[in-house]
């Protein structure tokens, strides 16, 4: 047979072929995401039980552009905890989300996204990394560090009681931190002392997201090294100074 009859016959069996039926493209069976891309899926709130009151600047469409289940939306158990890091750089336009998931069978989940955050409805040159964590044991110690305790805007005061300038060029951290117990979000500019005071919360989440993906590596070039902010931080306390809760809220 030759290409143009092989065409032809291809053409007239298309043509020959019913409509497809528009209530299957409902009825047709939807795969269930795996448990590294939701580790909290299938999940029923319990009667009586309520929804954790998240309050982190991120409106819940926000997170589904990003392709996350809203942090707003997640059951937990007892023993169980979501940790998130927001990444803003204030000068480009390269944003990046990790989410970390422990759950109280012992499984740990790493959900990271990276993406640009601007000129278009969606999320742009989005990069999705989903993966099950080796081990709970570095995020374990998470809920009970007293960072979480700070407020959750601060401005740095050195010893003489001056206050930081405000930051223009660098880079903002939003944490936030979700059990059945505690829901805090704090948030930290890019001064170094800001940032220091979190550095244990965000040492283990950017090691969780890094090593998967080079596209987002390369937006951490100091992988999850933030020795310098901390020794920042370490500075403003052993000259007297301090972190002081923000007047803007």
């Given at each position: 047979m030759s290409l143009t009859?092989?065409?032809?016959?291809?053409?007239l069996q298309a043509q020959a072929a019913p409509a497809p039926d528009p209530k299957d493209w409902w009825s047709a069976r939807v795969e269930r995401p795996s448990p590294d891309r939701e580790p909290l899926a299938g999940r029923r709130l319990a009667e009586g039980a309520s929804l954790p009151a998240v309050d982190n600047g991120v409106e819940p469409l926000l997170y589904r552009l990003w392709g996350l289940q809203?942090?707003?939306?997640?059951?937990l158990e007892r023993d169980e905890m979501v940790v998130e890091l927001w990444r803003r750089p204030s000068r480009r336009v390269e944003q990046t989300v990790i989410r970390v998931t422990v759950r109280r069978d012992g499984h740990a989940f790493v959900?990271?996204?990276?993406?640009?955050?601007?000129?278009?409805?969606?999320i742009g040159r989005r990069v999705d990394v989903d993966a099950q964590l080796a081990s709970t044991e570095p995020f374990r110690a998470l809920p009970s560090l007293p960072s979480w305790d700070s407020p959750r805007r601060v401005v740095v005061l050195d010893g003489q009681g001056s206050v930081s300038s405000i930051c223009l060029d660098g880079t903002s951290w939003d944490v936030t931190l979700v059990t059945t117990r505690k829901v805090r979000h704090l948030r930290r500019a890019c001064d170094s002392a800001e940032i220091g005071q979190i550095a244990d919360i965000l040492t283990p989440l950017v090691s969780a997201a890094l090593g998967r993906d080079p596209r987002i590596d390369v937006l951490f070039p100091n992988a999850a090294d933030f020795s310098a902010e901390r020794r920042a931080y370490d500075a403003v306390?052993?000259?007297?100074?301090?972190?002081?809760?923000?007047?803007?809220?």
């Amino acid at each position: 047979m030759s290409l143009t009859a092989a065409a032809l016959a291809l053409l007239l069996q298309a043509q020959a072929a019913p409509a497809p039926d528009p209530k299957d493209w409902w009825s047709a069976r939807v795969e269930r995401p795996s448990p590294d891309r939701e580790p909290l899926a299938g999940r029923r709130l319990a009667e009586g039980a309520s929804l954790p009151a998240v309050d982190n600047g991120v409106e819940p469409l926000l997170y589904r552009l990003w392709g996350l289940q809203p942090l707003q939306n997640q059951i937990l158990e007892r023993d169980e905890m979501v940790v998130e890091l927001w990444r803003r750089p204030s000068r480009r336009v390269e944003q990046t989300v990790i989410r970390v998931t422990v759950r109280r069978d012992g499984h740990a989940f790493v959900q990271a996204r990276a993406g640009l955050g601007c000129c278009s409805p969606e999320i742009g040159r989005r990069v999705d990394v989903d993966a099950q964590l080796a081990s709970t044991e570095p995020f374990r110690a998470l809920p009970s560090l007293p960072s979480w305790d700070s407020p959750r805007r601060v401005v740095v005061l050195d010893g003489q009681g001056s206050v930081s300038s405000i930051c223009l060029d660098g880079t903002s951290w939003d944490v936030t931190l979700v059990t059945t117990r505690k829901v805090r979000h704090l948030r930290r500019a890019c001064d170094s002392a800001e940032i220091g005071q979190i550095a244990d919360i965000l040492t283990p989440l950017v090691s969780a997201a890094l090593g998967r993906d080079p596209r987002i590596d390369v937006l951490f070039p100091n992988a999850a090294d933030f020795s310098a902010e901390r020794r920042a931080y370490d500075a403003v306390i052993a000259g007297g100074g301090r972190l002081e809760a923000a007047k803007t809220p």
